[in-house]
T-cell receptor
């Protein structure tokens, strides 16, 4: 499989600052990507998605950037809040309806 | 958005027993569901793809005889961990593609399994 089971890298930011979380995906054929937020003991929660025909998509306080040339995704969170503290995963798939493979994940801690 | 539920939310069992975990799509039909396993401070690892009315497709290294998957209806998939051992203790999460408006993948809340 393409999932990676490594220990999570961490990112700490001050409340109110912007956060940038990066993800390198593995399959150049992947055409649909999702960022998920996971709080302790809970299932992943959808944040934002992007398809391969786009390089940027914005939501409420979040922006996803896709660079297919280097197989890189980033999630930008504006004005980070304590409630944003969680683990963030990117997930990739080839064609809608197929299985997703998850990246390593990043643990975000927001310092009040 | 689409909702996926799991039952039970947590279970503790003795080594050697079997445990069944249910995954339901509550407001949409799901011909395909997915089962993941997550160890502490690690990413989600895809175990298998559950197909309604047919056999599940397992990822490499996942024992199909140990992790039995049944997808008997368009809203229910079950994962049975047979003869569970302490190393099977993990967080098991299911997901499904939803067709409620925007087609994307929705996750259940997870099931915490502890095998003593």
């Amino acid at each position: 499989g393409e999932s990676v089971g490594l220990h999570l890298p961490t990112l700490s930011v001050q409340e109110g600052d912007n956060s940038i979380i990066n993800c390198a995906y593995s399959n150049s054929a992947s055409d649909y990507f999702i960022w998920y937020k996971q709080e302790s003991g809970k299932g992943p929660q959808f944040i934002i998605d992007i398809r391969s025909n786009m390089d940027k998509r914005q939501g409420q306080r979040v922006t996803v950037l896709l660079n297919k040339t280097v197989k890189h995704l980033s999630l930008q969170i504006a004005a980070t809040q304590p409630g944003d503290s969680a683990v963030y995963f990117c997930a990739e798939t080839v064609n809608t309806g197929n299985q997703f493979y998850f990246g390593t994940g990043t643990s975000l801690t927001v310092i009040p | 958005g689409a909702v996926v539920s799991q039952h039970p939310s947590r279970v503790i069992c003795k080594s050697g027993t079997s445990v069944k975990i249910e995954c339901r799509s509550l407001d949409f039909q799901a011909t395909t569901m997915f089962w993941y396993r997550q160890f502490p401070k690690q990413s989600l690892m895809l175990m298998a793809t559950s197909n309604e009315g047919s056999k599940a497709t397992y990822e490499q290294g996942v024992e199909k005889d140990k992790f039995l998957i049944n997808h008997a209806s368009l809203t229910l998939s079950t994962l049975t961990v047979t003869s569970a051992h302490p190393e099977d203790s993990s967080f098991y999460i299911c997901s499904a593609w939803g067709l409620a408006g925007s087609e994307t993948q929705y996750f259940g809340p997870g099931t915490r399994l502890l095998v003593l």
